[in-house]
């Protein structure tokens, strides 16, 4: 009896203290620190291939464009691959059957002084401006126009901007530039994805 009592003693004590050193190692295991890594991906730009107009969708098939009978005499004419544009009060003109039809600049087209209002932009260590959709960036005593790089942000679009549907998807598209909307700090922005072809 005395044995099988040392015995059940023994066999406790052994339990209890491998239990304890369980409990401990299990302690030592949950008081060390924990290292999250937070890893950052840095989005680098390509030239996007442009989306085919026919995947595109407009919300408003057909467009009303308002032309106006005369523009200002201030008016400034600038030759751009032999058409004139006339640039007058923010906007830019084509002299159309008598008529000036508003038009938006291709890149490469250039002025001299950035349209009142614009926005700049800094974006992947570049600044450049914007007006209504319009995207500039100085070259030499010139602002010349350009196309925005994929990523960029904007907080307003264009006033003529219209809306689209690629596979289902709804964006904006503006002078062949597609934009989606996006929150930044609970702020309501959009970012060019890419763009569709000429």
Partial sequence: MKTIL???????LLVGFSTTSVAQNNNKK??????TVTKTVTKTTTKAKPISRSKVTYKTPTRKVVSVRSIPKSSVAI??????IYYTNNSF??????????????????????PV??????FNNRSYYSHNGIYFAKV??????INPEIGTIVYELPQDVEKVVIDGARYYEFNNVLYE??????????????FIEN
């Avoid at 030759?79 to 004139?84: A, E, P, T």
């Avoid at 030499?140 to 126009?145: D, H, L, P, S, T």
Wanted: aromatic share 10%; net charge positive; hydrophobic share 30%.
């Fill in 140 to 145: 030499n005593n010139y602002y010349q126009v």
């Fill in 117 to 122: 209002g614009y926005k700049r932009i800094n």
């Fill in 30 to 35: 949950n008081n060390t620190k924990r290292t």
């Fill in 79 to 84: 030759k751009h691959n032999g058409v004139s």
């Fill in 181 to 194: 909307k996006i929150q930044i700090d609970g702020t309501r922005a959009y970012e060019v994805i890419g």
């Fill in 6 to 12: 040392k015995t059940t003693i023994a066999l406790l």
């Fill in 93 to 114: 003109f084509r002299l159309n059957g008598g008529r000036y039809l508003p038009v938006v600049p291709s890149a490469g087209f250039q002025i001299r002084t950035l």
